[in-house]
């Protein structure tokens, strides 16, 4: 059973930056590939960007975040940078066992991904 925890969010004025990291216990973290979603206020959950061998992001965020990950540490990262008020949500990171590649995470729905972290808040404010 592998755990993930988010945490980094806050609040922050558009144009600043921020770094979520989602730190993984209880598996192999180096075999899952990990995504980064979002939901904002009275819509549904996102797809932002995903890791596999590659990186795949959603064209709302493509120059502005950057996922990345450290085996070593079991921990998956989104720098977000020039952020803007569209950018405020619940960010939740999650992890997908089965061969895929980053870009495949992008179009899964979230039934597909087997864990799932709880979020942690990002507020943009103009």
């Known amino acids: 059973q592998v755990q993930l925890l988010e945490s980094g969010g806050g609040l922050v004025q558009a144009g600043g930056s921020l770094r979520l990291s989602c730190a993984a216990s209880?598996?192999?973290?180096?075999?899952?590939?990990m995504g980064w979603f979002r939901r904002a206020p009275g819509k549904e959950r996102r797809f932002v960007a995903s890791?596999?061998?590659?990186?795949y992001y959603a064209d709302s965020v493509k120059g502005r975040f950057t996922i990345s990950r450290d085996n070593a540490k079991n921990t998956v990262y989104l720098q977000m940078n020039s952020l803007k008020p569209e950018d405020t949500a619940v960010y939740y990171c999650?992890?997908?066992?089965?061969?895929?590649?980053?870009?495949?995470?992008?179009?899964?729905?979230?039934?597909?991904?087997?864990?799932w972290g709880k979020g942690t808040l990002v507020t943009v404010s103009s």
């Open positions: 209880g598996g192999i973290f180096s075999r899952y590939a």
């Open positions: 999650a992890a997908v066992s089965r061969l895929t590649t980053a870009q495949g995470i992008s179009v899964m729905p979230p039934s597909a991904m087997d864990y």
């Open positions: 890791i596999s061998r590659t990186t």
